[in-house]
């Protein structure tokens, strides 16, 4: 089982982790068509690559956001939550 | 005839003790340390069991845990492995595979068959013709399989534990001990795991007799076993490797999950077989088999031997063989002894008749081999038939090569490629945290393996305190150890590729011609290798037959995946105990005494009913009587239950509902929908406001982590001041329901509880027993009805309370089915029963819950896109009055000409209107009120039922106040 740095008690299991999916811009709801919006909601892009992902720490309750190479799943770095942020 | 040699200085067994054990109905005595094999062997038995496909007798190969033809059951176990597993005293046995015994099966004779039973046969025989079908399936059925399971068998669940080192060593010879030893000794904390009962490897039978070994056997096991730094499990497999060096190692007392800062593997190699005509018949063993039998067990393989070879290792042995008084009529070697060093010497010089550029042709014999024809090689590699040696033998042993045991270096994703000098696959680099040491690494001198491994010991201690290593390991060997090509053709076939499938010779190249001549398509076609050694003995024979036939390459055909488990590993041991929370409510004890059964509701257990009538139904129905008509209390603590703060919590609740919560009064409350991103209902609940800036609200049962979780990572994202709380396990709640609620409650609280007051969907916080407590005046159950929220440490204070002061009225506790039946004849939707994945609000009959002025929530785009588009809607039904026929249930379709027309999502009978009555969807927007519709029932008939107009009870609420002077009399 993979190990995940938390970035305040150190290396804990996967397992105590969840997943909240990757980082994604959300259209403005008002001014997207139909169609950028369903493929907002419906499409995702599944190549590898260095991506920002949430990841909830149950025991703490924390959520982080992490860049993350799924190529060779390493993690890279934290992001600072202020970077992914955005007003509606 | 006795067939237990004198005293070996490294045996195994106890000679102190004896044990006695049954095979088959025929008592056999052994030593204690004996395994079933070895003293079914010291009895004079050598047949262990049937092969699985032909049925043929079958004694023992390797002695080395994957002598999968010495399978046996009993009544605890379908698969004894007779090669290690101990002979413990009062152990009753029957063979594997078997109709009638091993001596008389059924099935013996069915290798006649084999002509008709040609490689790929299932995919062909149930092909067709089709009319043959029940016929092979009934064959295969009886023939097919491995032990009788005891379906009434319980027990032997293990639990699982968690071990945690610095350096992890799997397997516990020269080079692994020799590992553990040197990362103890630079400070690590080692865990040492072997599959064998005993430390040692091929130290204590392949160098059993090699005096200039003693030393460094002596210090390496008094330093492994005196090191309270190393942890030792024997008879333990590690069993798979998953990221981060996390280590599953199957003990007898189950599963260590282990998690190593850096793993050595030192888990050597597996000899190999030649093939040729009859290589199954017993008495044909691998060499390494032979060292086993006379080193560990003390017992004489056979009296008469005959030989194949192709490595130093042969000799070895055929030096143990001699020494053991083992006669050797015929060394054939396949190369040049000459080139073999000096223990070919001694062989040689023992007067052993050695056949240089020889290999063995064919064996004869129908219970034990009795004779061995050798034929020289040609320079092709083939046999030259038309020159034969027979030799009389009651023993064959074959040393022609080793596959190394690389499994977990696949899994770890080591680059490993064939070394064609040593002539096995080996590791060219490893990933960070991973080290190989011994033979898997291509050192074979011993002396080398124990400096290899204690090299990679060193690099592993030091790699684990983050430092620097510059521990020098020796280089792989430069001697041939394994032969290109062991593997002779015979025109009567019946040599063996694989012992656990019964798969010839011809029958691999077969599938091959047919097309499958990739190393993994071969494998599930030919079945090479899927038997439960898992081509331990096969696999790299089978590379070698397929190279040759494609003319490409060892690394260019490749090896199939070795994935996880690298040994079978018991169900039971994989199971492990429960390893999930189970949370029960303070309320539990309570519940228990009134005779709850109990249902899992997400990781709560939750009372479904309580047992006091006959029938589960007349529990049901009494409970939702109480509730109907005097008053009920149900534990609803497993409600998830989160409180939002700060100056944007308005904000926050308009964003994650549909419904508008910042214009909701403080002291109200409002039903709550949510949905997620494409408008599908995901959760509902009920929200209280407390102040401007402070909210409360409940979730279902089983979303109350996730629903905290959404909401603290929006609060995030959007950067809003507010703080969410998981107050789920600290509350705890109940709802009590029926018209003299108000009544039985008022006296037990400072709370106000008047209309004028404390109307219907409002809130109060204040007393009742004089424990805090809130009060939500909330409608499900669709009576008069108060939800009490408190502290876990206060809630079976007042559950007991409640339940003592209201005695007098009959109060009774109800549970979910109660509840679900009192919501249904509301026409109240629960998320997940009478939604799905794909429901939105609209489709669920809740347009009043989407507030699509607000400037935004989760889901509104997607709702407004939603909106013109609905194609089903969920309608209710009721059944005719004293309809009688089978019982509707959830997921029985609706038809319509035929067609799928809908499915219901709830049905029950409702005691209140004496039928049946469900919710259901209907996938045509023109129905509506007073159309019939058919439903399909288990049985497959057709009836009918009336859609009617939600809901089917109290349309108009006036049940809320059901206890109001004049309220009453207008409840139709």
Redesign the interface.
């Known amino acids: 089982?993979?190990?995940i740095d938390c970035p305040y008690i150190g290396a804990r299991?996967t397992s105590e982790f969840?997943y909240?999916h990757e980082v994604r811009e959300m259209p403005k709801?008002s001014e997207?068509s139909?169609k950028e919006?369903?493929d907002?909601?419906?499409c995702r892009h599944g190549a590898p690559g260095i991506k920002k992902e949430?990841w909830?720490h149950?025991p703490s309750?924390m959520?982080f956001v992490f860049e993350r190479d799924t190529l060779n799943?390493k993690f890279i770095r934290l992001v600072d939550?202020?970077e992914?942020?955005?007003?509606? | 005839m006795s067939y237990r040699l004198q005293e070996q200085p490294f045996e195994w067994i106890d000679r102190s003790k004896t044990v006695s054990i049954e095979v088959e109905g025929r008592p056999m005595k052994g030593f204690a340390g004996d395994t079933i094999s070895s003293t079914m062997l010291a009895n004079g038995v050598i047949h262990m069991g049937r092969s699985f496909k032909y049925h043929r007798i079958r004694g023992p190969l390797s002695f080395a845990n994957h002598d999968v033809n010495a399978l046996l059951e009993n009544s605890d176990k379908t698969h004894v492995r007779g090669d290690v597993e101990l002979a413990e005293d009062g152990l009753k046995l029957k063979g594997c595979n078997t109709i009638g015994g091993i001596a008389k099966d059924k099935f013996r004779h069915l290798s006649l068959l084999s002509r008709f039973l040609v490689v790929g046969f299932y995919y062909k025989g149930l092909f067709k013709p089709r009319a043959l079908r029940p016929f092979w399936e009934r064959i295969i059925r009886e023939s097919a399989g491995l032990g009788k399971v005891d379906l009434n068998w319980r027990g032997g669940r293990k639990s699982k534990r968690y071990g945690f080192c610095d350096v992890l060593v799997i397997g516990a010879g020269p080079a692994g001990m020799a590992a553990a030893k040197a990362a103890a000794e630079s400070g690590a904390k080692v865990m040492l795991v072997d599959e064998n009962a005993q430390i040692g490897g091929s130290l204590d039978y392949q160098y059993a007799n090699d005096d200039s070994v003693a030393d460094a056997r002596k210090e390496l096991k008094d330093a492994v076993l005196n090191n309270e730094k190393i942890e030792v499990h024997t008879s333990s497999v590690a069993v798979g490797w998953y990221t981060d060096n996390w280590m599953p190692i199957n003990t007898p007392n189950g599963i260590i999950k282990v998690r190593a800062n850096q793993v050595v593997m030192a888990t050597g190699l597996f000899e190999q077989p030649s093939i040729f005509h009859k290589n199954d018949v017993p008495g044909v063993m691998l060499a390494s088999a032979a060292q086993r039998m006379i080193a560990r067990y003390a017992i004489k393989p056979c009296e008469v031997a005959a030989m194949v070879v192709a490595n130093e290792d042969g000799y070895r042995a055929a030096l143990d063989l001699l020494k053991a008084g083992v006669k050797i009529n015929a060394i054939a070697d396949l190369e040049d002894h000459e080139d073999r060093g000096e223990l070919a010497k001694q062989v040689k010089a023992q007067g052993v008749q050695i056949y240089d550029h020889h290999g063995i042709y064919e064996v004869e014999g129908k219970d034990r081999v009795s004779s061995a024809t050798l034929c020289p090689l040609n320079a092709s590699g083939e046999l030259d038939t038309t020159r034969k040696t027979t030799v009389p033998c009651d023993g064959v042993m074959m040393s022609v090569g080793w596959a190394p045991a690389t499994h977990m270096l696949f899994q770890c994703k080591a680059d490993i490629k064939y070394d064609a000098t040593i002539g096995q696959f080996r590791a060219q680099s490893l990933p960070e945290g991973m080290f190989a040491a011994g033979r898997v690494n291509g050192v074979f001198d011993i002396r080398d393996q124990i400096a290899d491994g204690a090299g990679a010991g060193q690099q592993a201690a030091a790699a684990a305190k983050g430092e620097a290593s510059d521990a020098q390991r020796p280089a792989p060997t430069t001697v041939r150890q394994s032969h290109d090509y062991p593997i002779f053709s015979h025109p009567k076939a019946k040599n063996f590729l694989d012992y656990d499938e019964d798969i010839q010779l011809k029958d691999f190249l077969n599938a091959a011609k047919e097309g499958f001549d990739n190393i993994e398509l071969i494998k599930r076609f030919s079945t090479n290798g899927m038997g439960p050694s898992q081509g331990k003995h096969s696999n790299m024979n089978g590379i070698r037959i397929l190279a040759k036939h494609t003319g490409k390459s060892i690394d260019e055909t490749g090896s199939t995946t070795a994935r996880p488990m690298f040994h079978p590993t018991p169900v039971g041991h994989l199971g492990g105990r429960r390893f999930r929370a189970e949370r029960l409510t303070p309320m539990q004890p309570s519940h228990v005494a009134n005779k709850a059964v109990f249902m899992e509701a997400g990781a709560w257990l939750r009372p479904e009913y309580y047992d006091t009538e006959p029938t589960r139904q007349e529990c049901i129905h009494a409970e939702t009587k109480a509730v109907r008509t005097g008053l009920g209390i149900i534990d609803v603590s497993t409600l998830g239950k989160i409180e939002v703060f700060g100056p944007d919590a308005p904000e926050v609740m308009d964003r994650i509902c549909t419904m508008r919560m910042s214009n909701m009064q403080i002291g109200m409350t409002r039903y709550a929908l949510v949905t997620d991103e494409a408008g599908v209902i995901t959760d509902d609940g009920v929200v209280v406001r407390y102040a401007e800036d402070h909210f409360y609200y409940t979730t279902t049962t089983g979303s109350s982590d996730s629903a905290f979780r959404t909401l603290q990572k929006h609060i995030l994202e959007w950067g809003l001041k507010a703080e969410a709380v998981n107050r789920t396990g600290q509350l705890q709640a109940m709802n009590l329901a029926g018209p003299l609620a108000r009544k039985k409650l008022q006296p037990l609280t400072d709370i106000d509880l008047s209309e004028e007051n404390f109307p219907y969907l409002a809130a109060r916080t204040g007393h009742v027993f004089g424990k805090p407590v809130t009060l939500a005046r909330v409608g499900f159950v669709g009576e008069l009805g108060y939800e009490i929220h408190c502290l876990a440490g206060d809630a079976a204070e007042i559950w007991d309370g409640l339940m003592k002061e209201c005695a007098d009225v009959g109060i009774r506790p109800f549970g979910v089915e109660a509840q679900r039946l009192l919501r249904l004849e509301k026409g109240h939707v629960i998320v997940t029963q009478d939604t799905d994945g794909l429901t939105n609000p609209y489709e669920a009959g809740m347009p009043w819950a989407v507030h699509m002025k607000k400037d935004f929530f989760i889901g509104q785009r997607s709702l407004q896109i939603l909106k013109p588009m609905q194609s089903r809607a969920l309608h209710g039904f009721m059944f005719p009055e004293g309809y009688n026929g089978a019982t509707p249930k959830e997921c029985h379709l609706l038809i319509k000409d035929g067609e799928i027309n809908g499915r219901i999502t709830s049905v029950s009978f409702s005691p209140t209107f004496n039928r049946y009555l469900g919710l259901c969807y209907v996938e045509d927007m023109d129905a509506k009120v007073g159309d019939a519709i058919q439903i399909r029932l288990d049985d497959g008939a057709l009836v009918e039922a009336e859609l009617v107009s939600l809901p089917f009870y109290d349309p108009e609420g006036k049940r809320q106040t059901c206890d109001v002077d004049g309220a009453e009399e207008k409840v139709a």
């Open positions: 089982m993979k190990l299991p969840v909240g709801p997207a139909d919006w369903a907002y909601v419906f949430w909830h149950v309750g959520w799943d939550i202020a992914v942020q955005y007003e509606l």
